[in-house]
């Protein structure tokens, strides 16, 4: 199980609004409003901790200039989980920047990243899930063993660059990009990459129900409910692979967390933190008893297994 640290500044950008912290240019990360961390990934720590098992989080270096971010990174540490990259500031364009902007989102990002968790940082995943084959040098350029970008969701896909589209439309474009068709239909189980100049490098993909694609994230989870999540249990059970992929403000409360209203233009961010909370308390032990559940640096250790 592993968690994306998107801090809130990150949903401004992608919804498109003016005039808040969510214009990169104007981001200063000593002042933006850490509560995916304090509320979010201190969550997802006792989380992990009830049901006992190790996470991963994929965390946005430039986070680190918060001191509470700091803090909760320490206890993300003490407990034993893996950090990985999520780059330096998560830009949504990464994949399409010039190569040189490219390797230093990287290669500072893992730098931080180290020196702040006295850890090797060893895993990548790309903002908004978008690769390029640049991109995937620079993973490989910057000392990463293992990405794990990859969504071949189609339904999901979909999604996205309708929502896109509808922004375009308004006149209120997103920072997000669309991913590639070619990748809707990609492997659903690890596999290694092999780079165009031969290199390889692990692909861990995020999970999708097999047969139907149907995405097996934290937002899917709150989507469908304890209904819906009890009509799938079998099937998931019986699946090979689960990368479940979680956000931080999955476990935040739009409400009793104060956060910003305009962000209750998520479906997710709807949902109160009671109703949130059990449902991530049966999916992670039914995944701890069905499954086992390793870090994903781990797993990149052992890909042949698939
Ligand atoms: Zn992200």
């Known amino acids: 199980m592993n968690v994306d640290v998107d801090g809130l500044y990150l949903y401004d950008r992608i919804h498109g609004h003016a005039g808040t912290a969510g214009n990169a240019s104007d981001f200063a990360a000593a002042s933006h409003d850490p509560k995916a961390w304090t509320k979010g990934v201190t969550r997802f720590l006792d989380l992990f901790a009830r049901c006992n098992v190790p996470g991963t989080f994929f965390v946005v270096a430039q986070d680190l200039a918060h001191p509470d971010v700091r803090a909760v990174l320490a206890d993300c540490v003490a407990a034993g989980h893996e950090i990985a990259s999520h780059s330096l500031t998560h830009p949504y364009t990464l994949s399409r920047l010039p190569d040189a902007a490219i390797a230093e989102e990287l290669s500072s990002a893992r730098k931080q990243l180290q020196d702040a968790t006295g850890q090797a940082v060893t895993g990548f995943r790309a903002p908004g899930y978008v690769l390029s084959e640049p991109l995937l040098r620079a993973i490989v350029d910057a000392g990463h063993t293992y990405d794990s ?43 290694i990459d092999r780079l165009a100049d031969g290199r390889a490098l692990v692909e861990l993909p995020i999970a999708t129900l097999p047969g139907t694609r149907l995405p097996y994230i934290g937002t899917s989870l709150i989507a469908m409910g304890s209904l819906g999540y009890e009509a799938i249990l079998p099937l998931l059970a019986r699946t090979d692979w689960l990368n479940f992929e979680c956000h931080a403000i999955d476990l935040t409360d739009h409400v009793g967390d104060e956060i910003p209203a305009r962000l209750a233009v998520q479906p997710d961010q709807r949902v109160p933190l009671a109703k949130k909370w059990p449902l991530f308390v049966r999916a992670l032990e039914s995944l701890a008893r069905h499954h086992e559940v390793r870090t994903l640096g781990q797993w990149a250790e052992s890909p042949d297994r698939f």
């Not at 969504?151 to 922004?167: D, S």
């Open 149 to 191: 970008s990859r969504f071949p969701c189609p339904p999901y896909q979909l999604a996205k660059a309708a929502v896109i589209g509808l922004y375009r439309a308004q006149g209120r474009p997103s920072g997000s990009i669309p991913e590639s068709p070619t990748v809707w239909f990609g492997k659903r189980t690890p596999y």
